[in-house]
């Protein structure tokens, strides 16, 4: 399989697998790796606690955060790892305050600082988007353990959820890889993965499905 030499971005809800596939992609194809560090986020157990007091804090956090990832790991060329694979786009934090943040003024000051900030941001050449339905995703998260979403509710996982089917519905941002893995794994099956990875290589333009049985 040849490097890979453009920006791949893998998107889709929480608990969907979004850092396994992007990670097995990066090494697969030698590319670098920009990943969410959500566990540098000081405020996310506070948050899924209690969002309503702890969203702005959070997001405002998580944008400046993927900003700054944006401007020294995408930009910047690597003569040795030419592509880059991310675990996220950076519109993903806009889609998240839209309905986290209850208060209006603290909307609007966000929406003032992520639109500046959306100026000089660099778009992927192809955004790969996972869906599966709310109850596989809380399987997932449950599967993995992490203690500071043992709070997460599933009625904040279907919101998510819906969230990104509408923001993904009408995308003309670029090529987009919609792929249902609600009956594939493509951390344990490595054909699962093989048929993943031969789609994701194929030319992609507009938006395109990839539904295996």
């Known amino acids: 399989m040849k490097e890979l030499d453009t920006y791949i971005a893998i998107e889709g809800p929480i608990g969907v697998g979004k850092t396994s596939l992007a990670e097995r992609i990066a090494d697969k194809l030698n590319a670098r790796k920009v990943f969410e560090q959500f566990e540098e986020n000081p405020f996310l157990k506070d948050f899924y606690d209690d969002p309503e007091s702890n969203a702005f804090q959070t997001q405002v956090f998580f944008l400046l955060q993927r900003y700054q990832q944006q401007q020294k790991d995408i930009r910047q060329l690597n003569l040795l790892q030419k592509g880059v694979v991310t675990d ?3 519109e ?6 839209d ?3 209850n208060s209006e ?3 609007k000051l966000y929406s003032h600082v992520a639109d500046i900030l959306e ?3 660099v778009k992927p050449d192809l955004v790969v988007y996972l869906q599966a339905d709310t109850p596989r995703l809380m399987q997932n998260i449950k599967k993995r353990g992490r203690d500071f979403e043992k709070h997460v509710t599933q009625e904040y996982i279907n919101q998510v959820n819906e969230r990104y089917q509408e923001f993904f519905v009408n995308y ?10 609600n009956n594939i794994d493509f951390v344990e099956n490595s054909e699962d993965f093989e048929n993943l ?3 994701i290589h194929q030319p992609h ?6 539904n295996p049985s």
Do not use: H, S, V, W
């Open 105 to 107: 003024a603290e909307f």
């Open 99 to 101: 309905f986290t943040l």
């Open 119 to 121: 100026k000089d941001i």
């Open 172 to 181: 003309e941002e670029g090529p987009l890889l919609i792929i249902n893995t």
């Open 92 to 97: 993903k934090d806009r889609l998240f305050a």
């Open 205 to 210: 333009q507009g938006i395109k499905y990839f």
């Open 88 to 90: 996220y786009m950076f």
């Open 197 to 199: 990875l031969n789609e």
